[in-house]
């Protein structure tokens, strides 16, 4: 019989804030790993950011949209970086063949997924605050220029971020090492339907039923909207929000369900590279 779910609500801060400090030391161990999260967003950044000044010389209307590639670009990193700082962290442990170890102490498997949504935006600032100060340099685009919109962006990428990372991160505690490849790939399977780069109307109608049905498709919408048209659309941002409340709780929800299905199994003492 499955452990009911009820324990697993208790939280200890310094459960949590201990095993950031078992991350912390992880990254600060490697230069690669440190200079890893910084290159993927620049290089991204300069080719669209490059991408954008040709078109601003050449094409009046997309020049009245100036800075929508970039600021793509930029909160599609968010929602990447976000996902993959999540996964990354918990492939760190089934790498170690840890994650028996720490399931038989006193961590709680909630105290678990909260130690590794911090550490997705410890890595997600490392990766991105030195990209948008090169992106405000080079190509005169202030990300932080946006505000409160930038918040409640950020606010709903990050959900969406840790809801796929912690669903990604149970359907490995069940399946094992097989099913690393969705940490590195199942985002981008979002990334057309998510209309990063283009607005939802391109889309055929029965595809933009599904669009709409995806908490990032609001977020790229309210940009776009705030810097051609100059308007704040928080009704895209409050549906963002509700929806990324169904997700999360879903995916928190399933995450325990599989790791009791792991423990059932054993699985959680057979995991490593």
């Known amino acids: 019989m499955s452990e009911p779910i009820a324990p697993y609500c208790a939280f200890s801060l310094h459960r949590i804030g201990a095993m950031v400090l078992r991350y912390y030391y992880l990254m600060r161990s490697s230069w690669p790993r440190l200079l890893e999260l910084i290159y993927w967003p620049m290089v991204q950044m300069l080719m669209w950011g490059l991408l954008q000044s040709y078109v601003d010389q050449n094409a009046r209307f997309f020049a009245r949209a100036g800075g929508t590639f970039i600021g793509a670009v930029l909160l599609w990193d968010i929602l990447f970086r976000g996902q993959l700082g999540f996964s990354?962290?918990?492939l760190e442990e089934m790498w170690a063949r840890n994650l028996g170890n720490l399931m038989m102490s006193p961590l709680r498997p909630l105290e678990f997924v909260a130690a590794l949504m911090v550490m997705s935006i410890v890595r997600l600032a490392i990766g991105m605050v030195p990209v948008t100060l090169v992106a405000l340099w080079l190509?005169?685009?202030n990300l932080y220029a946006l505000g409160f919109a930038l918040a409640a962006f950020f606010a709903n990428l990050i959900f969406t971020s840790w809801a796929v990372g912690i669903l990604v991160s149970g359907l490995i505690l069940r399946n094992?090492?097989?099913a690393e490849g969705l940490a590195w790939t199942i985002m981008f399977l979002l990334l057309p339907l998510t209309c990063v780069y283009y607005p939802v109307s391109i889309l055929p109608d029965w595809l933009q039923v599904v669009a709409w049905a995806l908490p990032p498709t609001y977020v790229f919408e309210g940009?776009?909207?705030?810097?051609i048209d100059q308007v704040f659309r928080s009704d895209l941002m409050l549906q963002a929000l509700v929806l990324n409340f169904l997700y999360f709780s879903?995916?928190?929800?399933?995450?325990l369900k599989l790791l009791d299905a792991a423990r059932r199994h054993g699985s959680l003492i057979q995991t490593g590279e």
């Open 176 to 178: 094992g090492m097989g």
């Open 139 to 141: 190509f005169n685009f």
């Open 88 to 90: 990354v962290s918990f």
């Open 223 to 227: 940009m776009r909207a705030l810097l």
């Open 250 to 255: 879903v995916s928190v929800v399933v995450f």
